[in-house]
């Protein structure tokens, strides 16, 4: 499978996508937006993989749109394409939707619509060196992919409106005593680091860890009450599945499960 603005590693059973623009600090182009969608499908749809990555090439994780495709698709009359805008809606829907751990791996600047990406992972860990912040309103822009949203539920809103309404950019150490980054390693470190993360997850129940992942998501836009209700109904299924069978008898037996995610 050739891309043109990504790059598809699998390592194990993990799926490493890397944004791959480093001369445009992998702005997110049309190209790359459809790009990432295709493959984020693929990888959605490999049993083969259990956890994905996404990271960046060269200095930057993602530094938000281009903003010149963006100018000239507005001034472009319409042809029947997708407006920019409504493909970067689908891509975010599509990362909404993950049903496989999704762990974001900043190698660098991180700003607006890639930090908009990375609100969107499971999992962040970052490197010492990315710089992350909204940046939407240093170019008049409002955020589309979950910025004036997602970001005062992560780091709380008075931290949230400060970034917003600055457009200034933190460290990645400042980003985790804020709560947003999971883990902050030296840059050397950041792949292996993650990989070793990816390696843990994998081993578990893929069955285990779709569940947990929906329960957590919905969970939280539910009244505890009936998010505890959901939460036992989807035990009780669970134990009719192989995995929980496998699981229990492994620890039985004391030998490592062969999870097989159903």
Known sequence: MNFESIILEKKQQTAWIYLNRPDHMNALSRKLVEELIQVLQTVEED?????????????????GADLKELLDDLDTEPNG???????????????????KPLIAALNGITLAGGLEIAMTADIIVASKKAKIGDAHSNFGVLPGGGGAVRLPRKIGI???????????????????????VNEVVEP???????????DKIA??????????????????????DIALKHELLALK?????????????????????????Y
């Open 203 to 224: 081993m578990k129940s893929p069955l285990v860890l779709k569940e947990m992942k929906r329960l957590v998501d919905d969970g939280l836009e539910q009244p505890l």
């Open 158 to 180: 008075n931290r949230a409106k400060y970034l917003l309404f600055t457009g200034e950019f933190i460290s990645a150490q400042e980003m985790k005593e804020f709560g947003l």
């Open 81 to 99: 394409k997708v407006g920019i805008l409504d493909l970067a809606g689908k891509l975010f829907d599509k990362l909404n939707h993950l049903s």
């Open 47 to 63: 049993p083969s993989v259990r956890v994905i990555i996404l990271s960046g090439q060269g200095k930057a994780f993602c530094a």
């Open 188 to 198: 050397e470190n950041l792949e292996g680091f993650v990989q070793e993360l990816a």
């Open 237 to 261: 299924s669970h134990t009719q599945s192989y995995d929980f069978q496998e699981g229990l008898s492994a620890f039985t037996e004391k030998r490592t499960p062969d999870f097989r995610g």
